[in-house]
């Protein structure tokens, strides 16, 4: 298996369907939307973290410069 990295469209996207998972769990309640959101922390976010995990910041990356 090999490595990519994890950039900002990858972790815009987890923060959109974080977004839309609390959506959903609001209006239909937590036992409904359980089992997706799940799956899609097993299949999508997990291998992120671990590429994370395992990667190397580029140089002049970290640490993250606050924010103007």
Known sequence: ??????GRADI??????TRSFGELDNR????RVRSSV??????AVSPCSRTARTASP???SWPPR???
Request: aromatic share 8%; glycine share 14%; proline share 7%.
């Open 38 to 43: 799940v799956k899609y922390l097993d299949t």
């Open 1 to 6: 298996m090999g490595t990519r990295r994890v």
């Open 66 to 68: 606050p924010r103007s």
């Open 58 to 60: 580029p140089a002049g």
């Open 28 to 31: 239909f309640g937590s036992g």
């Open 12 to 17: 815009a996207a987890i923060h959109e369907v």
